[in-house]
């Protein structure tokens, strides 16, 4: 191997995690509800599991629906596998882009009170610096953070549960008797 296909493998590298972290950063500056609700979910071992069991399932889904589309061949079916395929993707980055902030809150700074998406540029470059660990870092952690990203995107955009309110003893189910 040359020194030119070292440099070469090497930029790749660093454009496609520069790339990653700019992803995480736009998906936070385009919908930073939809990030800060993905940066709930990894509150619990409950909400990692649930994230998890939404996501998979749902890429899987995509995958299928996307290839299916893919081998009919006709110009509207190719458009809509593209479709199909970017549109979980596009929700896997921005659920991403919610674990990365957790990561980044977990390491506080000074500096964050001046500019508060240096938290999450912190964050998501631990995160994409993980990915970087051979075969662990690019077959399970790379995967598996979208996987937890696409579940965490689905279940944050989903409307939240209110509990009905509940009439007290002695209470007009309106409002309180006078």
């Known amino acids: 191997m040359i020194m030119a296909d070292v440099l070469k493998i090497l930029l790749l590298v660093i454009g496609g995690l520069t790339v990653l972290v700019t992803y995480m950063l736009a998906a936070h500056a385009l919908t930073p509800r939809l990030v800060e609700r993905s940066a709930q979910a990894p509150g619990s071992w409950r909400g990692i599991i649930a994230s998890f069991a939404v996501g998979i399932p749902a890429a899987g889904i995509a995958l299928f629906v996307a290839l299916a589309l893919q081998s009919l061949g006709h110009v509207v079916a190719t458009a809509l596998a593209l479709l199909v395929g970017t549109v979980p993707l596009a929700l896997a980055f921005a659920g991403s882009a919610g674990v990365a902030l957790r990561i980044g809150r977990g390491l506080p700074s000074a500096a964050d009170r001046d500019a508060p998406w240096r ?58 008797a006078a």
């Open 119 to 176: 938290t999450l540029l912190r964050g998501a470059i631990v995160l994409v610096l993980s990915f970087l660990l051979p075969f662990f870092g690019w077959f399970v952690t790379f995967p598996a953070t979208l996987a937890f990203g696409l579940g965490a995107a689905l279940l944050a955009v989903r409307p939240k549960r209110t509990a009905p309110e509940v009439a007290m003893p002695g209470e007009a189910p309106w409002g309180r």
